[in-house]
């Protein structure tokens, strides 16, 4: 079977990004803008300014275990047919989505965003994945989907992720979309900060796996751009807060082709 484990996508070059937004090549020139990936930070002269926050980031793998399942739930902790939920540090998710156009960032909604990811043991759940426990293919713990609103925002309910072998801890997500009748499909990864993966997970129920063995900068896929894919985290009251700006360019046919997923099928390695 395909092992899709290979990197989709490339962080833009400074040149291209601008390019996406219409900038042109006397503003390259003049240093006038500077490609930061949202980071806020001009390298250029007195005159440089930064790319919105919204900028294209860099595609990543699907791996083989993306469901089609059509959930569309805010709350994705529970399996719906038994209404049992998954056990981990609340997590809210918020993904700001957007469209490159005309020189800016505009709020993209109704595009569906699919979000799926490993529990605090680190086993997906509604495939057939490598020591799930029995029956873990008919369970649908930590998969759903939600259309944008019409700020762009799609929300979600989750627990922190755990760690599996050879992987950084992270939560895979899909955004789909139509434009003039053509498909558009962007698949990539969330990761998160070192010291905070640490901090959860010395927390129960992480703690009786013990550490991770896998971090950021030992991870392959992670190397293949995950510096601007690295969610912002906030502590609340309740467990957990993220967000992500995600900027489309919905004219680029080849980064937005559909990935045909391998539908979670036996065997397959997680990435």
């Not at 006397?26 to 390298?43: D, E, I, K, Q």
């Not at 699919?114 to 369970?139: E, L």
């Not at 962007?186 to 991770?212: C, K, M, N, W």
Request: net charge neutral.
């Amino acid at each position: 079977m395909k092992h899709d484990d290979a990197g989709k996508g490339r962080v833009l070059t400074r040149r291209e990004a601008l390019a996406a937004l219409g900038v042109g090549g006397g503003a390259l020139a003049t240093g006038r803008w500077a490609f930061g990936m949202g980071s806020g930070v001009a390298p250029g002269g007195e005159f440089a300014r930064t790319l919105p926050a919204c900028v294209v980031r860099p595609e990543q793998t699907e791996g083989p275990f993306f469901v089609d399942a059509q959930l569309e739930r805010s709350d994705i902790r529970s399996d719906p047919e038994t209404g049992a939920v998954s056990e981990g540090a609340p997590l809210t998710l918020r993904f700001n989505v957007s469209q490159i156009s005309g020189g800016a960032c505009t709020v993209l909604a109704g595009a569906l965003v699919d979000v799926w990811q490993c529990d605090a043991a680190g086993v997906y759940w509604g495939v057939d994945d490598d020591g799930a426990p029995a029956g873990a293919r008919d369970r649908k713990f930590l998969r759903g989907c939600q259309r944008t609103d019409e700020h762009g925002v799609a929300r979600f309910t989750t627990i922190f992720p755990g760690w599996y072998r050879g992987r950084a801890v992270h939560v895979h997500f899909k955004v789909r979309t139509d434009v003039a009748a053509q498909p558009y499909e962007f698949t990539s990864q969330l990761y998160f900060d070192e010291a905070l993966i640490d901090q959860v997970h010395g927390q129960a129920p992480y703690a009786a796996r013990g550490r991770r063995q896998t971090t950021n900068a030992a991870d392959r896929t992670f190397r293949r751009g995950g510096e601007s894919l690295m969610a912002r985290v906030s502590e609340t009251g309740a467990g957990y807060a993220a967000t992500f700006d995600l900027g489309l360019d919905l004219t680029d046919a080849e980064a937005g082709r559909p990935d045909g997923g391998t539908d979670g099928r036996r065997g397959a390695r997680r990435v």
